[in-house]
């Protein structure tokens, strides 16, 4: 009677996952396609065949866990492994909402202990071999505890308040849900830097010297107030480059790694910081948000529909609703969601990098930021040849040689503007 159920769920989670492992084999196969011009002298030939190996080292691997993860939900559905751990949790307590956490963190921490077995194996094997890891197994441990502990505390807190509201509030539930959901996700916008990055990594403010002194320079050339930048030592994790902007308003902040101020020149890490502005000039920070709003009122319909219907339930051997297994399928079935959210908010966020792009090479220096491009993408192994459809789906970035294309087509008339600006 209730099969169909099964089968729904089965459907869309097997779908899903075949879906992106097809797209990640057509990516895949597309490796050896011949570099874009304007990329060619990014990777020497020794380090193009690295970046190869590296790439279908990644992508076996990538794939064999997304098929063991795979294989495991599979087993923990069918197998009524649910309703085993329902019915051992409702023996140890009469309380609902005790009972629905036991019953949840039994699901987190099988998932949390395969996952670091893939994070482990990740780290000192694949990202080890090609000299990207700099962790320690004592900082790689210590982040994993952390991570559980942060998760047991805050996570366990907020489900043990949705359990309450489950309870007594009826349909008001769902909203109360978006409203504490959406303030959370404010919250973390506003305070992420300054309460939770500390407690996996040391950030120090920028040192005085020619660095700053560029950066200061061009912030007030186009009348940006830079409240803070923080440089974050991120090369005790990784040798990989990056930066971003967070927050906004009074509590923005500009965050460089390290290994960007290590490996790149000044021109180039300013001309990174002029695309972090940029973003923020165009209100990227604020759409960004409005959009994740958006999304997870999304996720909040999708809560809505799974838990008001009893045939899930009582399709995978439960006697009733309970809110415990809803999450984890609720979990389970936003996969699809994700592909069609992700299709559409990716193709915005990377209508954003070239809006940031344009705005570093008309403000700064076209060359300084193609330059900074190029050295991301040789330092960071980064993917040069991705398949087309691939892109759309998963990238939130452009891919490096499209970004230095767009640049390339603006350059000559940002020179020419700033040679009529000089003459003027």
């Not at 490796?31 to 990014?42: A, G, I, N």
């Not at 489950?166 to 300054?194: D, E, H, P, Q, R």
Request: glycine share 6%; with cysteine; proline share 3%.
């Amino acid at each position: 009677m209730y099969a169909g159920y099964v089968i729904l769920v089965l459907v869309l989670f097997l779908g899903t996952t075949i879906f992106q492992i097809t797209i990640s084999v057509l990516n895949y196969k597309n490796r050896f396609q011949t570099l874009p011009e304007s990329v060619s002298d990014v990777y020497e030939e020794k380090k193009y065949k690295n970046w190869l190996s590296y790439f279908m080292d990644n992508f076996k691997f990538q794939t064999l866990q997304s098929v063991l993860n795979t294989i495991f939900i599979l087993i923990l559905l069918v197998t009524g492994f649910f309703p085993f751990i329902y019915g051992l949790t409702n023996e140890l307590t009469s309380s609902v909402e005790v009972m629905t956490l036991l019953f949840v963190f039994v699901y987190f921490l099988l998932s949390f202990i395969t996952e670091s077995f893939f994070s482990y194996y990740q780290l000192f094997t694949i990202e080890e071999k090609y000299g990207f890891n700099k962790t320690t197994k004592k900082t790689f441990f210590l982040d994993k505890l952390k991570g559980f502990l942060l998760s047991i505390i805050l996570g366990g807190g907020l489900l043990y308040l949705i359990c309450i509201l489950f309870a007594s509030v009826g349909f008001m539930f769902y909203l109360y849900v978006y409203l504490i959901l959406s303030t959370i996700t404010v919250l973390i916008n506003l305070l992420y830097v300054k309460l939770f990055v500390p407690i996996f990594n040391k950030l120090k403010p920028l040192e005085e010297g020619p660095l700053k002194e560029e950066i200061m320079s061009f912030a007030k050339s186009v009348g940006y107030e830079i409240n803070k930048i923080s440089v974050i030592d991120a090369s005790k994790r990784s040798s990989k480059l990056n930066a971003y902007f967070t927050g906004f308003g009074k509590m923005k902040q500009i965050v460089l790694y390290d290994t960007l101020i290590e490996k790149m020149t000044v021109e180039e890490i300013v001309a990174v910081l002029a695309h972090e502005i940029g973003h923020n000039k165009h209100k990227h920070i604020i759409s960004g948000l409005i959009q994740s709003l958006v999304v997870l009122a999304g996720y909040v319909f999708a809560l809505y529909f799974i838990l008001n219907i009893e045939g899930f339930y009582l399709a995978f051997g439960f006697d009733q609703i309970f809110l415990g297994f809803g999450l984890i399928l609720f979990l389970l079935l936003l996969s699809p969601l994700e592909v069609l959210l992700g299709f559409l908010f990716n193709s915005i966020s990377r209508v954003h990098e070239y809006q940031a792009d344009l705005y570093s090479a008309k403000h700064y220096s076209g060359k300084a930021m193609v330059s900074a491009l190029k050295n991301i993408a040789r330092n960071n192994f980064s993917n040069l040849t991705p398949h087309p459809t691939y892109v759309k789906l998963t990238y939130s970035h452009p891919p490096i040689p499209d970004r230095i294309k767009a640049i390339e087509a603006i350059y000559p008339r940002v020179v020419e503007n700033a040679e009529i600006e000089d003459n003027a």
